[in-house]
């Protein structure tokens, strides 16, 4: 069964270093999500992703943060500068395409982010 | 703003037991789906039901949808110890890049 990867599983950084955390959606899929699960709070949308560009992107994500499909398999979130309030469980989502309104997003593991 | 809420916000039930948790949403949506997630590990995706169903089964999960009353509930029968996490309702967004809403969860504890 096709599934959405991510690595690493688990980043540790310094505050104000710079991050990217790294996707492999599924292979035919045309939607690209991040989103952000801060420890014993609910997943919250980051932004979605599609036809090489941002399609939505919530107040979560500012300046500090992009979003990059650099070959046809990856996809990278990056955070310029963390902050201590970064530390979160990121997911990284894909969505295909056909029958949209009755197809699940598939979530990848998570990458747990630490800034210390 | 859609988003799923779900009730209660924790549930502490003894093994054999019924769970049953709660899941409101505010905006139309094309599908409705159910999350479980153990602390601090990834979303493990339970079903998936679309607006025009009303009910799906899935081993000893039963979701129901009523999108007039805009809710839907997940039953899990003879609940185990390992049913012990968090449970999250997910809506799609009505917009361009159908993005998905999640509510704050329900807590499940399930004791042996």
């Known amino acids: 069964e096709p599934e959405v990867t991510q690595t690493p599983s688990h980043q540790v950084t310094q505050m104000g270093q710079e991050v990217i955390l790294r996707c492999v959606p599924i292979s035919n899929h045309l939607y690209f999500y991040w989103y952000r699960q801060i420890l014993g709070q609910k997943v919250e949308f980051l932004v979605s992703f599609y036809n090489n560009e941002i399609s939505e992107k919530s107040e979560i994500f500012d300046d500090q943060f992009s979003v990059e499909r650099p070959d046809g398999s990856n996809f990278t979130l990056k955070i310029r500068s963390t902050k201590l309030e970064d530390s979160a469980m990121y997911f990284c989502?894909?969505?295909?395409?056909?029958?949209?309104?009755?197809?699940?997003?598939?979530f990848g593991p998570g990458t747990r982010l630490t800034v210390l | 703003s859609q988003q799923g809420e779900e009730d209660p916000q924790a549930l502490s039930i003894q093994e054999g037991e019924n769970a049953t948790m709660n899941c409101s949403y505010k905006t139309s949506i094309n599908n409705l789906q159910w999350y479980r997630q153990n602390s601090g590990r990834g979303l493990v995706h339970l079903i998936l039901i679309r607006s025009n169903e009303r009910e799906k089964h899935s081993g000893r999960l039963r979701v129901t949808l009523d999108t007039s009353k805009k809710s839907s509930s997940l039953l899990i029968t003879a609940s185990r110890a390992a049913d012990t996490a968090s449970y999250f309702c997910a809506t799609d967004a009505a917009t361009g890049g159908f993005k998905t809403i999640f509510g704050a969860g329900t807590r499940l504890f399930v004791k042996a």
């Open positions: 989502a894909s969505f295909g395409q056909g029958a949209f309104s009755y197809n699940e997003q598939f």
